[in-house]
């Protein structure tokens, strides 16, 4: 899942310092994967996805990964750079560097700034590395995600994730494919003893990210082509407040407990189906691995999940995230180098050893994880899947729906009124870019 920060710390973050934990195998020494004296060397920067992660198991795959790697291009070396935990200002930091030439060389960008690295133009293009029949199979939305105005691909988005809607079917039969219809089983599961639906609604990313979807369901746009918020007027106010007034409904008719308004972790829904408190919620697709730990085989029978409901059957959408491999360096041998990386490590290899959703749809045939019932209905939902705009001023449009949710949620400020007022905060942090 994809993490935000708010918009001034997005945009004026400075440099963070952190230790670095200790790498996971002997063959990868220090800082770097690769003979010492190796002639080329490629710095990478990277989150926890390679051989510093912090489970052993993946650090000593990755480990595998990137060993054979560099031994299927003698005379390279890697210098792994480790971000920190706080993604937002490692990518503001990354993007400043970019701009003054002190960028890495090949880096792991968060598909959510994309757009705003291949908006200041300090991307090489991998155009020439990729083969068409590989970019066709992308998601529509990934392959959206990737490319510039001129048609070329400035990024290798490998992974991703989406929201759906789980459901205990021993309480709920029926998938909900409305939002009526979910009311009503969260109804249903009131008076069965359950809490009703649960969902992220305090001040936290996901109460954002996972709410969009009812808004991009219907059609509805945050900002215009200019990056400027639009979600206040015309049809796209309607539509917005339409989709907000269905998370307030669920809350005062007792579909949705009260506490809805304070939950900001995934994690509370797995421990609310382990104590059989709930039997439905919105979460995400790595979640069902998660349930599958978590709950005795018995209880994990009764648990399932389907497509976010819309208004109507047919208005459906769900947010996705995910991670991307990106060169700054303008030597074309590195660029081909970062993206021989994405291609032999990420693109397949990475996606099997963490089960993270690949993005094209022909990985989920080739690898036996992803070619179950389940990660092929995740990949069916991924097609109607959007990810959040480019927009410099997101993470500001992003904070003011999360604190217009704690007003609504909690009843203390009518739906027009809170909607208005989140808007012209994001308007106002629009002009001041």
């Excluded at 000593?60 to 003698?74: C, D, S, T």
């Excluded at 709410?211 to 918020?229: E, R, Y």
Aim: hydrophobic share 40%; net charge negative; with cysteine.
């Amino acid at each position: 899942m994809t993490r935000t920060t708010p918009f001034r710390a997005l945009i004026c973050a400075l440099a963070v310092s952190t230790a670095l934990p200790a790498m996971a195998q002997n063959t990868i020494t220090g800082d770097s994967v690769g003979p010492a004296d190796a002639k080329q060397t490629l710095t990478f920067r990277m989150t926890t996805d390679g051989p510093r992660n912090n489970e052993p198991a993946l650090a000593e795959g990755y480990g595998k990964l990137f060993n054979e790697f560099v031994a299927r291009h003698p005379g390279w070396k890697i210098e792994l750079q480790m971000m920190s935990g706080d993604i937002g200002q490692e990518q503001a930091r990354m993007l400043e560097q970019s701009k003054s030439g002190n960028a890495p060389d090949c880096a792991a960008v968060d598909s959510f700034v994309l757009p705003l690295f291949k908006k200041a133009g300090v991307l090489s293009s991998f155009s020439p590395y990729f083969k068409k029949e590989e970019i066709d199979q992308l998601f529509p939305f990934i392959r959206d995600g990737v490319t510039g105005t001129d048609g070329k691909i400035y990024a290798w988005w490998w992974s991703t994730d989406l929201r759906v809607l789980y459901r205990n079917k021993a309480i709920i039969p029926d998938a909900p494919q409305t939002w009526d219809e979910t009311k009503k089983a969260a109804l249903a599961s009131v008076d069965q003893g359950m809490e009703g639906i649960l969902f992220n609604g305090s001040r936290y990313e996901g109460t954002t990210f996972d709410w969009l979807a009812n808004f991009w369901g219907q059609g509805g746009k945050l900002v215009d082509d200019a990056g400027k918020p639009i979600f206040g007027e015309g049809e796209d106010r309607a539509k917005f407040v339409k989709a907000v007034n269905y998370y307030r409904d669920l809350v005062e008719s007792g579909a949705a407990p009260k506490r809805v308004a304070t939950i900001g972790n995934y994690d509370d829904f797995n421990a609310a189906a382990a104590a059989g408190t709930t039997a439905l919620f919105v979460g995400g697709n790595w979640q069902m691995s998660q349930l599958k730990t978590t709950l005795e085989p018995e209880d994990l029978a009764n648990w399932t999940f389907s497509p976010l409901p819309g208004p109507t059957k047919d208005q459906r959408s769900t947010g996705t995230g995910g991670w991307t491999v990106a060169s700054f360096a303008k030597d074309p041998a590195k660029v081909e180098m970062c993206a021989n990386l994405a291609r032999e490590i990420y693109m397949g290899p990475a996606n099997e050893l963490q089960q993270q959703l690949p993005t094209r749809a022909d990985l989920y045939d080739k690898y036996p994880v992803f070619s179950t019932p389940e990660n092929k209905a995740f990949a069916e939902a991924l097609k109607v899947g959007q990810a959040r705009p480019g927009a410099p001023v997101y993470p500001e449009i992003s904070n003011q729906i999360q604190i217009m949710m704690g007003k609504v949620l909690t009843g203390s400020q009518p739906t027009d009124a809170a909607v208005d007022e989140a808007f012209k905060a994001s308007l106002d942090a629009f002009k001041r870019l």
